[in-house]
Nanobody, 117 residues
Framework: QVQLVESGGGLVQPGGSLRLSCVAS????????MAWYRQAPGKERELVAA???????NYVDSVKGRFTIARTIAENTVYLQMNSLKPEDTAVYYC???????????WGQGTQVTVSS
């Protein structure tokens, strides 16, 4: 059974930082491309950051220079370090894992991030 379990969300003031974690089980983590998506109320889910099995990263323009995605193979974990948070970063953040060949993908349950004073 595949599970992606996120943690680390919460309430933070503008300019603050949070680190999201996603622990994967039931997959060979090292061969999966991993990503973080987010969905704000009334908006479509969008890709925030992605990291390939070769640790190549990409980011949506709105978070470049503020967010960093990283993965630790030994811990089956992908992280999203979020700095200089803005109110517009408020959303539910979802972890995603996708097999690079079959394209089968899995989602976590989501973790709420709220940026507000």
């Amino acid at each position: 059974q595949v599970q992606l379990v996120e943690s680390g969300g919460g309430l933070v003031q503008p300019g603050g930082s949070l680190r999201l974690s996603c622990v994967a089980s039931g997959i060979i983590f090292g061969i999966y491309d991993m990503a973080w998506y987010r969905q704000a109320p009334g908006k479509e889910r969008e890709l925030v950051a992605a990291i390939t099995r070769s640790s190549i990263t990409n980011y949506v323009d709105s978070v470049k220079g503020r967010f960093t995605i990283a993965r630790t193979i030994a811990e089956n974990t992908v992280y999203l370090q979020m700095n200089s948070l803005k109110p517009e970063d408020t959303a539910v953040y979802y972890c995603n894992g996708r097999h690079p060949v079959s394209r089968a993908q899995y989602w976590g349950q989501g973790t709420q991030v709220t940026v507000s004073s």
